[in-house]
């Protein structure tokens, strides 16, 4: 199965349970313990329009993949190099996904260049916040 343009698909968060649900069956894996991390998590809180991957950790995998699912390319792994402040989730939408305090974390232990825009729009909208 080939990616399909995620700008012309609808991105739900019901197509998105469900491909994290399939992996988990193909991986024995519950799927209640998967985190959403980086743009997935962007998204779910509203502060993304769009995702380009679902990058997730679960406890129980022993190394990183990727796999396309339903036309969504998941990029899944343990995750035990990222942060405790990263891994902090609430639910939405029936997932469990960083809180934007979490995605700060994560994008400021990345801290590539790619990310640094990011930081600065987590940080405003922190700001905001308070």
Partial sequence: MSIIKLA???????????????????????????????????????????FSDIDFVHPDLTKFEKKIINGYE????????????ARISHRKHGLNVQTPDAILAFYKQ??????????????????GLK
Avoid: C, W
């Fill in 74 to 85: 998941l990029d899944a792994g343990p995750g035990g190099e990222i942060v405790e402040a």
């Fill in 110 to 127: 990345m801290n590539r260049p790619k990310d640094q825009e990011k930081i600065q729009l987590l940080q405003n909208h922190l700001k």
């Fill in 8 to 50: 012309t698909k609808k991105q739900t968060a019901e197509d998105v349970k469900e491909a994290i649900r399939q992996y988990s069956i193909e991986k024995n894996i519950d799927p209640n313990k998967a985190l959403i991390l980086a743009g997935g998590s962007l998204y779910f809180n509203g502060l993304k329009k769009t």
